[in-house]
């Protein structure tokens, strides 16, 4: 089973590369994009029954592909 993980900034944790992207885009001239959140996607391959799938891929975010301090991640599957 196919599950993709996004992980990402807190919202109130200061994103310096969304923030250097967000710059760039201004100077090409987009003006009207109001912020860029730079973020992680993993794709992991899991057997199991969903909820056994989906149990383990979120202790793999916990433990592993997210810093739970400062980030947030979301699980879906594909």
């Not at 959140?37 to 592909?65: M, N, P, Y």
């Amino acid at each position: 089973m196919k599950v993709k993980v996004e992980v990402f900034l807190r919202s109130d944790v200061f994103d310096p590369q969304g923030k250097a992207i967000l710059n760039a885009v201004h100077h090409l001239g987009y003006h009207k994009v109001g912020s860029v959140q730079v973020g992680k996607v993993f794709i992991l391959d899991v057997e199991g029954s969903k909820e056994e799938v989906e149990r383990q891929t979120k202790e793999i975010a916990d433990k592993l592909l997210a810093n739970p301090i400062i980030e947030n991640f979301t699980v879906s599957f594909l």
